[in-house]
């Protein structure tokens, strides 16, 4: 029974080529992915920090203006 064409040297090695080249893709491709995600929770993460500290701000009574100084005194005393 034939079994088809026996592959040349050259042969093999495009087809390993192929098929590395299939895997980077798929690599880089789970890999933009997985930064998408982590772009997402950074997001999300900023966001809540964001909200606690405006809940401060809020429960604090302090005005931006009063925020600004307070920090821009932080920065002085270093």
Avoid at 4 to 28: A, F, Q, V
Avoid at 32 to 49: A, D, V
Wanted: no cysteine; glycine share 6%; charged share 45%.
């Amino acid at each position: 029974m034939a079994r088809g064409k026996r592959l040349t040297g050259i042969d093999l090695l495009e087809k390993k080529i192929s098929d590395l080249n299939e895997k980077i893709d798929s690599h880089e491709t789970i890999i933009y992915n997985l930064k998408e995600q982590k772009s997402k929770l950074e997001e999300e993460m900023k966001k809540i920090k964001l909200e606690e500290l405006s809940s401060i701000i809020e429960e604090k009574g302090l005005s931006i203006e009063e925020v600004k100084k307070l920090i821009d005194n932080q920065g002085s005393e270093r």
